[in-house]
């Protein structure tokens, strides 16, 4: 389900839909379950929202995510956060 919530962000922002495409990049990151977690995510979402200019949206899932035990580890995400706080855009692996 994770993968889905992913996707639809993806097509949300083809589609010039950003509330949505917020919604579902928010939707994927507190999904029950959380085997997807453990690897490295799949930031092509993060990056496209954020390509849109809706840093909030990326920022809230960044937050979101230092919840969850991400395979990438808190560190990255905690830098990334800090780099949206400060209003510049976080080189994203």
Do not use: C
Request: hydrophobic content about 40%; proline content about 3%; glycine content about 8%.
């Amino acid at each position: 389900m994770h993968d889905v919530q992913q996707i639809g962000s993806i097509a949300a922002i083809e589609l010039n839909q950003k509330d949505r495409a917020r919604t579902l990049l928010l939707r994927s990151v507190s999904l029950p379950g959380r085997k997807w977690a453990r690897k490295n995510p799949d930031l092509r979402a993060a990056k496209r929202l954020l390509a849109s200019g809706d840093r909030e949206g990326v920022l809230q899932y960044f937050e979101a995510a230092t919840q969850v035990e991400w395979g990438l580890g808190k560190e990255d995400l905690n830098r990334w956060i800090q780099e949206l706080r400060l209003g510049h855009d976080p080189k994203l692996l």
